[in-house]
């Protein structure tokens, strides 16, 4: 079964600063997508950004990037200029098949 | 347009009652899918559908969780003689086709409750 490890329970960083989170997975399939999704306080889980493991080059959205390592398994998402929106949580999820397994999320909290 | 609607929000259920969460999708999409979510933890996959196949139902609990969407459209998620294990936020989310690893819209939420 897949397993997704987020490592940091909890991260904090100053406004306009960059934050890079952690994921781990395991898998033992070629194919499949990764992605990080944000959940406000209280509000709806949105998507960040998205990768398919085929492709080498690092998905891009805006502020957000991601470190993708395929052969060790990690993919890690970098926030930069952070702002005040930012703050939520944050959950890795890997995707195959129709079915997404999560991470345990990290608490993100930004400071003015 | 509306976005994926949940109702009830809210659920508090006596153990042992049956209970009955509806998930509206957006309009048009072909994949829906339902997550359990415990406090502090991330969403846990329990089921899927494309239209009105449920192609997985893999993470559901046990034979007490049903899900069903029989149009193809709107969803409902029945738990039988609800446990207190079964206290979680349940999310459901839609997207255009979850065979080809579209965004996932989510809800809201339903949180239930179980005394």
């Known amino acids: 079964a897949q397993t997704v490890t987020q490592s940091q329970p909890e991260m904090s960083v100053q406004e306009a600063e960059t934050v890079t989170l952690s994921c781990t997975y395991d898998?033992?399939?070629?194919?499949?997508?990764l992605f990080w999704y944000k959940q406000p306080p209280s509000r709806q889980m949105i998507l960040v950004i998205r990768q398919e493991a085929y492709k080498q080059q690092n998905a891009t959205e805006n502020r957000f990037s991601v470190n993708f390592q395929k052969a060790a398994k990690s993919f890690s998402l970098k926030i930069s200029d952070s702002q005040l929106g930012d703050a939520a949580m944050y959950f890795c999820?890997?995707?195959?098949?129709?079915?997404?397994?999560f991470g345990d999320g990290t608490t993100l909290t930004v400071k003015p | 347009g509306a976005g994926v609607s949940q109702s009830p929000r809210y659920k508090v259920a006596k153990r042992g009652q049956d209970v009955a969460l509806r998930c509206d999708p957006i309009?048009?999409?072909?994949?829906l899918f339902w997550y359990q979510q415990a406090l502090g933890q991330g969403p846990e996959f329990l089921t899927y559908?494309?239209?009105?196949?449920?192609?997985?139902k893999s993470g559901l609990p046990s034979d007490r969780f049903f899900a069903e969407r029989p149009e193809g459209s709107v969803s409902t998620l029945k738990i039988q003689r609800t446990q207190q294990e079964d206290s979680a936020v349940y999310l459901c989310?839609?997207?255009?086709?979850?065979?080809?690893?579209?965004?996932?819209?989510f809800g809201p939420g339903t949180r239930l409750t179980v005394t």
């Open positions: 898998t033992s399939e070629s194919d499949y997508y």
């Open positions: 309009s048009g999409h072909v994949s």
């Open positions: 559908f494309q239209n009105e196949a449920q192609l997985d």
């Open positions: 999820a890997y995707w195959r098949a129709g079915k997404s397994t």
């Open positions: 989310a839609s997207s255009l086709d979850g065979g080809r690893a579209n965004e996932q819209y």
